[in-house]
């Protein structure tokens, strides 16, 4: 009922930027937070940056003043910019959405996207 679609991602160069998108479509009656989670070989998969339906924005600290989160007018779109990239954000990146549906919004659902890749590297 509810899809995600991603843009972006790619190989970049160590200070680079990077850009990705994340559009949420289908049967949405409103959206609780979307965000973006990256894991990387050998580790947890983390949240990176996350915006609630109220506009307020949560990075892990290790991106903090370089990377921005931001939505569109519809809190259906999110797009996170990735500035002065370094080796060690090179993951796999995955759009999230916490969601209530048309006919059910009492209830919340959390999708997925299928990822995307970034990679840091000279």
């Known amino acids: 009922q509810v899809q995600l679609v991603e843009s972006g991602g790619g190989l970049v160069q160590p200070g680079g930027s990077l850009r990705l998108s994340c559009a949420a479509s289908?049967?949405?009656?409103?959206?609780?937070?979307m965000g973006w989670y990256r894991q990387a070989p050998g580790k947890q998969r983390e949240l990176v940056a996350g915006?609630?339906?109220?506009?307020?924005?949560s990075y892990v600290d290790s991106v903090k003043g370089r990377f921005t989160l931001s939505r569109d007018n519809a809190k259906n779109l999110v797009d996170l910019e990735m500035n002065s990239l370094k080796p060690e954000d090179t993951a796999v990146y995955y759009c999230?959405?916490?969601?209530?549906?048309?006919?059910?919004?009492?209830?919340?659902?959390?999708?997925w996207g299928r990822g995307t890749q970034v990679t840091v590297s000279s």
């Open positions: 999230n959405a916490v969601v209530r549906r048309i006919g059910d919004s009492a209830n919340t659902y959390t999708y």
């Open positions: 289908g049967s949405i009656f409103s959206i609780d937070a």
């Open positions: 915006i609630i339906s109220g506009g307020s924005t």
